[in-house]
């Protein structure tokens, strides 16, 4: 590799910095706007450097989407692109020199230098697919958010419009539930509503699993409850549940979409995984290959223990090291709580783990890890899993 090409990204301009093989700064603190006018000018700037198509290698860090047009740009005119995990070059830029100095123009210096001493870096083989897969699946786990943040403020409502309302549905805010707030909003309203109004509402809703009887117990614990009756208040109770409403038809559209992206997996023959879990799963992992064993994928999730010794001082509690993909690591979690109760090598090993006295959460932490053995395993080979027999 002839020359080493360091690119600080941001939002709106980048950073570069070209290193030949002995040493020889070419380039340093070169701006270029994230833009086609300035791909074009970084690769006049990189031509005249020397640093030739074929013979030069880029490295960046891996942060988000910013550099994501920059790298096909360069890999579609013959660059090499080497992906760096941000933690690494952090300590590596505060080790070139004892003052405290961090900007643009060291950022990507560092990165050449990096590249150049040959420090651990990765090609990347993230596919187009595989960012669009992993940015709807993350716009998936914010709706889910955006849910459970206005479930929680519609709770806080009801807890004072009409608190015995909780617990009279098996969901305050499924469909029957949904359909008494948002059209009366209150205690007081309901105590005043006719029952066969009240009666109506919860039969359509549930599909007739609710009626008269439960209309007739729903006003008398409106009529006796101490909520308050609030016009703002059921105002916004409603304004929430229309949000909670239109979010879930916004996740049932990407579930979908995910559902088609995901189609043929041989990842979703594993028990536990359903097509939310493996659209997230595949979009964190990319392209298996980048692993060279399940413990990699583990490392990348965060999972691994953190580890504290120091002469003949060695830590009794091992924490995971959370240093990985957080995303990675809920999709995980999720698929190794469920897969434990169906695949029967799983279950073992949870029942296993809980027999010595390892709490819920540790017992999952550990199903999480073997989970990832059979992961790599059918993402390698390409193969469904075959599930053991009980």
């Not at 070169?30 to 086609?36: A, C, M, V």
């Amino acid at each position: 590799m002839r020359c080493c090409i360091g690119i600080d990204l941001a939002k709106r301009k980048h950073s570069a910095a070209v290193i030949a093989e002995g040493g020889e700064r070419r380039l340093l603190d070169f701006e270029f706007r994230n833009d086609g006018e300035g791909f074009a000018a970084l690769l006049a700037k990189l031509t005249e450097a020397g640093a030739m198509p074929g013979e030069s290698g880029v490295c960046l860090e891996a942060t988000g989407h910013y550099g994501r047009n920059l790298i096909a740009f360069l890999e579609a005119r013959g660059y090499q692109v080497f992906e760096v995990n941000p933690l690494l070059t952090s300590n590596w830029r505060k080790a070139m020199s004892v003052r405290k100095v961090k900007n643009d123009a060291v950022d990507a210096e560092a990165l050449a230098l990096w590249l150049l001493a040959g420090n651990p870096t990765e090609r990347r083989r993230t596919k187009s697919e595989t960012d669009d897969l992993r940015s709807l699946s993350r716009s998936r786990t914010s709706l889910s958010h955006i849910v459970g943040d206005c479930k929680r403020k519609a709770h806080a409502i009801v807890d004072v419009v009409f608190p015995e309302f909780h617990g009279f549905f098996c969901d305050d805010f499924g469909r029957a539930g949904t359909a008494v707030l948002s059209r009366w909003g209150s205690a007081a309203n309901v105590a005043a509503a006719r029952v066969d109004s009240v009666e109506k509402a919860i039969r359509e809703a549930s599909g007739g699993r609710f009626g008269r009887a439960d209309a007739e117990r729903l006003k008398a614990l409106a009529k006796s409850s101490v909520g308050q009756h609030s016009g703002p208040l059921a105002f916004q109770l409603r304004q929430l549940l229309a949000q909670i409403e239109f979010t879930r038809g916004q996740m049932a559209d990407l579930d979908r979409e995910l559902g088609r992206l995901v189609a043929g997996s041989p990842i979703t023959t594993i028990p536990g995984i359903g097509t939310v879990c493996a659209a997230g799963i595949l979009g964190e992992i990319g392209d298996v290959s980048r692993f060279e064993s399940a413990s990699k994928i583990v490392a990348f999730a965060g999972c691994d223990p953190s580890v504290f010794e120091s002469g003949e001082y060695e830590g009794s509690q091992a924490h995971l090291s959370k240093r990985g993909s957080p995303y990675l690591r809920w999709y995980l979690w999720l698929a190794a709580d469920r897969a434990r109760r169906f695949d029967p090598v799983l279950r073992d090993y949870y029942l296993k783990k809980r027999s010595e006295g390892k709490c819920h959460r540790v017992a999952i932490s550990a199903v999480v890890r073997k989970l990832c053995s059979i992961v790599f395993a059918v993402l390698k080979d390409d193969k469904p899993y075959v599930c053991p027999v009980a």
